[in-house]
């Protein structure tokens, strides 16, 4: 009775191991690392071989003359042995996606090195992300500070749900359209912060170090407080800043001198920019990142064990030096601009 289920339960064990199988022809499934997978195909079980001791197939016509020569017994006993296909010769395999495995898996993944598999698969998945309120903890419900922040980016999040799943296009699409994004973004926050200084009186420099610079780096510094959360190591979370600013220094302001000397150039103009008060502020700057490093490097002793985190007095007292020096750096460099200061 068991004998006709033979081939089906051989091509589907071939199946599930993803081995071509000799009565199905080679099947290749195409990989997309998404969750959300729901495909049904059918294989169709054709006519078994009978295999030799070398795993290669005897063919009919020496089978069949040698079963000619036997008699009708041990004929019908030989023909029991063969192997031959059953009444069901059609399989049908589905896969579909675990809510429950999917569950899993991002648990594992936000305990782990998580940097390096961050990404959507769909839409819907960037959508049902953006309206659902989450915790830093996977393990526990959202607090209520998350669903005030929730709330209060809500709106930002609707926005950059309609950017290109990761899946798309290798995530070269994402990224373009990402890039894109920002400097939409980038755009109106310093219309609105030049608006806003000239509203109220401030000069450009002082608007520009304050608020321009402040909503640019907000984004930098979620993703920074991100990547120090899931991250094994530190440098996400430490690299992000530092790379952020080298972006700007080199790639935005270099890019953008570029342009504008060249169509400058085209119009037989001279390009001259006053320097202001920048070489007092990036004095300022450098120096204070100095210090940064250093603290960074002396929390490498075994008593903190790294950059980020520790005990908690170490940490809450690195979080306000690093906190003073930002308010020293807004503070000497506004007064610096409204010539309270010397500058050089």
């Known amino acids: 009775m068991l004998l006709p289920l033979v081939p089906v339960i051989t091509v589907l064990y071939w199946v599930a191991k993803l081995v071509p199988s000799p009565q199905c022809g080679d099947l290749n499934p195409v990989e997309e690392d998404s ?57 049908q395999l589905r896969i579909k996606e675990s809510k429950e495995f999917k569950n899993t898996v991002d648990k594992l993944v936000q305990r782990a090195n998580a940097s390096i598999i961050i990404g959507t698969s769909s839409w819907k998945e960037q959508f049902t992300e953006a309206l659902t309120a989450s915790s830093d903890n996977p393990d526990e419900p959202p607090s ?51 608006h806003f200084g000239c509203t109220l009186g401030i000069k450009d420099s002082v608007t520009a170090i304050i608020f321009v610079a402040l909503g640019t780096s907000i984004p930098d510094t979620f993703a920074s407080k991100v990547a120090a959360i899931q991250d094994k190591h530190a440098d996400a979370s ?4 530092t790379g952020s600013n080298a972006v700007n220094v080199f790639l935005g302001i270099g890019v953008a001198w570029t342009v504008a000397a060249v169509v400058h150039w085209t119009r037989n103009e001279k390009f001259h920019v006053e320097p202001g008060n920048l070489a007092f502020s990036v004095t300022m700057f450098c120096s204070e990142a100095a210090l940064v490093v250093i603290v960074l490097m002396m929390r490498r002793r075994k008593s903190v064990g790294g950059e980020l985190g520790g005990p908690r007095g170490v940490k809450i007292l690195t979080s306000i030096f690093f906190f003073l020096l930002w308010v020293i750096y807004l503070t000497m460099s506004s007064l610096e601009a409204y010539g309270v200061i010397k500058g050089f």
Not at 150 to 155: E, G, P, V, Y
């Open 238 to 241: 430490v690299g992000n800043v």
């Open 35 to 91: 969750y959300e997978k729901d495909v049904l195909f059918y294989v169709n079980i054709g006519d078994p071989e009978l295999l030799d001791v070398r795993n290669k197939p005897v063919s009919s016509g020496r089978e069949v003359n040698k079963l000619t020569t036997l008699a009708e017994d041990e004929c019908v006993v030989a023909m029991m042995g063969l192997p031959r296909a059953g009444e069901i010769t059609r399989a």
């Open 144 to 194: 209520c500070l998350d669903y005030i922040m929730h709330i209060l980016t809500l709106f930002w999040k609707i926005i950059f749900a309609f950017v290109p799943p990761t899946d798309i296009g290798g995530g070269y699409v994402c990224f373009v359209v990402s890039i894109i994004c920002i400097g939409l973004v980038t755009a109106v926050i310093g219309d609105v912060a030049s």
